[in-house]
C-alpha cells in the first residue's frame, strides 16, 4: 500500500484501511453527516476516531503531499512547484492612516 510508510500502523484491524478511506472520501463527496454514513462502511464512530487522529497528527497533509508528489512526477512535472501566486486584499483607510468613523 502507497500509505503504508506513512500510517506506521500494522496492527490487525476488522476493517481494512481502504474501508476507512472509502468512508472518509464519501463523506467528503456528498457532504453527508457523520451518523448517516451508510452501513456498508465501518461505523461513523471508528471513521471518525481515525480521521481525527490522522488530521491532528498531521497525516493527512502528508498524504496529500505524497499523491501530489507523485501526480507531478507522473506527468512530468517537477515535485516541487516553481510558481506561487499570493493575492492580497485592498482595504480603504483614511489618509491619517486610522479607522473612516463616517464624519
Not at 60 to 84: C, M, T, Y
Request: proline share 2%.
Amino acid at each position: 500500500m502507497l500509505l503504508q510508510g506513512i500510517l506506521r500502523d500494522n496492527r490487525k484491524r476488522k476493517h481494512s484501511l481502504r474501508d476507512i478511506f472509502n468512508a472518509i472520501f464519501y463523506l467528503l463527496k456528498t457532504g453527508c453527516q457523520w451518523r448517516m454514513l451508510p452501513n456498508c462502511f465501518p461505523k461513523w464512530e471508528l471513521v471518525y476516531y481515525y480521521f481525527t487522529k490522522w488530521k491532528n497528527t498531521g497525516v493527512i497533509e502528508q498524504i496529500h503531499e505524497l499523491l501530489r508528489d507523485k501526480i507531478r512526477k507522473k506527468v512530468g512535472r517537477e515535485i516541487s512547484q516553481s510558481l506561487a501566486l499570493l493575492d492580497s486584499q485592498s482595504v480603504k483607510t483614511t489618509r491619517l492612516g486610522g479607522e473612516n468613523r463616517g464624519g
